[in-house]
């Protein structure tokens, strides 16, 4: 059974940074795209990057400065970087796989796989 495992969360001040990792397990498939996203409180879930196995990468706008995705095609961890972490920053992060088949995409129901997501919190 596909699974998702997100590691590297927790809580930094802000400008502070963290990486997360997601390990991928299980899979009947290679997933081609695969992505992070988030969901604070009170949000809708958004997309903060997303990168394909030709390494062409998507992102937020207001986060490609900050954040740096990757993913080593080999053993199939997608890792994010984030640098100067703001306190909006502050969300559930989740690690998603885009359906068999996919070849690009930023739009969270395309993606049809998700991990149980890892929190990340930054304050003052």
């Known amino acids: 059974q596909e699974r998702l495992v997100e590691f590297g969360g927790g809580s930094v001040q802000a400008g502070g940074s963290l990486t997360l990792s997601c390990a991928a397990s299980?899979?009947?498939?290679?997933?081609?795209?695969m992505g992070w996203f988030r969901q604070a409180p009170g949000k809708e879930r958004e997309v903060v990057a997303v990168i394909n196995d030709r390494r062409n990468v998507g992102y937020e706008d207001s986060l490609k400065a900050r954040f740096t995705i990757s993913k080593d095609v080999d053993k199939n961890i997608l890792s994010l970087q984030m640098n100067s972490l703001e306190v909006d920053d502050t969300a559930m992060y989740y690690c998603?796989?885009?359906?068999?088949?996919?070849?690009?995409?930023?739009?969270?129901?395309?993606?049809?796989?998700w991990g149980r997501g890892t929190q990340v919190t930054v304050s003052t």
């Open positions: 998603a796989a885009g359906r068999k088949g996919l070849r690009w995409s930023m739009r969270p129901t395309d993606f049809t796989i």
């Open positions: 299980g899979f009947s498939y290679t997933p081609y795209v």
